[in-house]
């Protein structure tokens, strides 16, 4: 076994593991404060990236920078209208009715993308992140190194946020005892719109460092989103730190299969590492 191969796997599986990490941190954030989940979640990373995508194309702004500059900020307000329009008024709906409304927000996002841009796969060509480079015989590319590092800054800035900061401390408060919170004067309403504005931020910061390297197309999201939901429930529900920690097992998972047996294997082998953390660790890897 080439020793070469499997650390350049390992390199590969980190470098997209942060971003599943990323995508399911804002998924495990709504989850653990309000109690729904998003299955609309994947399709916000595909317009992220459209949005992105469009932005080089017909304003020439490089992804680099119009993820803070635009693609953010905009993800951002989608997440607080999604909230008021959707989310707000299926709260207290049965389970079912959540699922169902929040998948058919996915159709219909998925839908207009395939209306207006066609089921064609698309890629961003002379943005500012290209090329590769060797460290110690290993192949790392600039967009998936620049890409870690970013996930990396924006992961520790939702830590120091979620723990240092008032408002960061009234939304664990919120997650751990919504009634609770509520008596000691925290608005439970603004925190619902708070991290659902995260959530699809930290989704849509995910789509826009994809573009640098990553197809476009309307159904992109899919994948990234079912890793997402065995993210979180392998990191353990409502856990920020499972959810890293999950997002680069995943990743590794992927990439050390893709190169040794076949990348067609990927969601078998990824089920079967969820498998086994469930039949042990029943309360996943961030759970007590």
Same mark, same amino acid.
């Given at each position: 076994? @080439?020793?070469?191969?499997?650390?350049?796997?390992?390199?590969?599986?980190?470098?997209?593991?942060?971003?599943?990490?990323?995508?399911?941190?804002? +998924?495990?954030?709504?989850?653990?404060?309000?109690?729904?989940?998003?299955?609309?979640?994947?399709?916000?990373?595909?317009?992220?990236?459209?949005?992105?995508?469009?932005?080089?194309?017909?304003?020439?702004?490089?992804?680099?920078? =119009?993820?803070?500059?635009?693609?953010?900020?905009? =993800?951002?307000?989608?997440?607080?209208?999604?909230?008021?329009?959707?989310?707000?008024?299926?709260? %207290?709906?049965?389970?079912?009715?959540?699922?169902?409304?929040?998948?058919?927000? &996915?159709?219909?996002?998925? =839908?207009?993308?395939?209306?207006?841009? %066609?089921?064609?796969?698309?890629?961003?060509?002379?943005?500012?992140?290209?090329?590769?480079?060797?460290?110690?015989?290993?192949?790392?590319?600039?967009?998936?190194?620049?890409?870690?590092?970013?996930?990396?800054?924006?992961?520790?800035?939702?830590?120091?946020?979620?723990?240092?900061? %008032?408002?960061?401390?009234?939304?664990?408060?919120?997650?751990?005892?919504?009634?609770?919170?509520?008596?000691? &004067?925290?608005?439970?309403?603004?925190?619902?719109?708070?991290?659902?504005?995260?959530?699809?931020?930290?989704?849509?910061?995910?789509?826009?460092?994809?573009? @640098?390297?990553?197809?476009?197309?309307? @159904?992109?999201?899919?994948?990234?989103?079912?890793?997402?939901?065995?993210?979180?429930?392998?990191?353990?529900?409502?856990?920020? %730190?499972?959810? +890293?920690?999950?997002?680069?097992?995943?990743?590794?998972?992927?990439? +050390?299969?893709?190169?040794?047996?076949?990348?067609?294997?990927?969601?078998?082998?990824?089920?079967?590492?969820?498998?086994?953390?469930?039949?042990?660790?029943?309360?996943?890897?961030? &759970?007590?």
């Amino acid at each position: 076994m @080439n020793l070469a191969v499997i650390f350049q796997a390992i390199i590969n599986g980190i470098s997209i593991g942060f971003v599943y990490s990323i995508v399911a941190l804002g +998924l495990t954030l709504i989850w653990g404060t309000m109690r729904i989940i998003n299955f609309a979640h994947g399709d916000f990373l595909m317009m992220g990236m459209y949005a992105t995508f469009w932005i080089f194309m017909l304003i020439k702004i490089d992804p680099l920078l =119009s993820c803070l500059l635009i693609v953010m900020p905009v =993800s951002f307000g989608a997440g607080l209208l999604y909230y008021r329009v959707i989310l707000k008024h299926i709260l %207290k709906r049965e389970v079912i009715t959540q699922i169902l409304a929040t998948f058919g927000v &996915g159709i219909i996002l998925q =839908s207009i993308a395939m209306f207006f841009w %066609k089921p064609d796969y698309r890629i961003i060509r002379g943005n500012i992140l290209s090329g590769t480079f060797r460290f110690v015989g290993i192949s790392i590319g600039i967009p998936q190194f620049v890409t870690s590092i970013i996930c990396i800054i924006a992961m520790l800035a939702l830590f120091y946020f979620l723990n240092r900061t %008032k408002t960061g401390l009234a939304i664990r408060a919120t997650t751990l005892n919504k009634e609770a919170a509520a008596l000691v &004067g925290i608005n439970i309403e603004n925190i619902y719109y708070l991290v659902v504005g995260i959530g699809i931020s930290l989704v849509g910061l995910a789509g826009n460092l994809l573009t @640098n390297y990553y197809y476009v197309f309307p @159904n992109v999201g899919m994948s990234f989103a079912l890793f997402a939901y065995v993210i979180i429930v392998l990191g353990g529900l409502g856990s920020v %730190k499972g959810a +890293l920690a999950g997002g680069l097992i995943l990743g590794i998972v992927t990439s +050390l299969t893709g190169a040794f047996l076949n990348p067609a294997f990927k969601y078998i082998a990824v089920f079967l590492v969820y498998l086994m953390v469930v039949v042990i660790k029943p309360e996943g890897l961030g &759970g007590r």
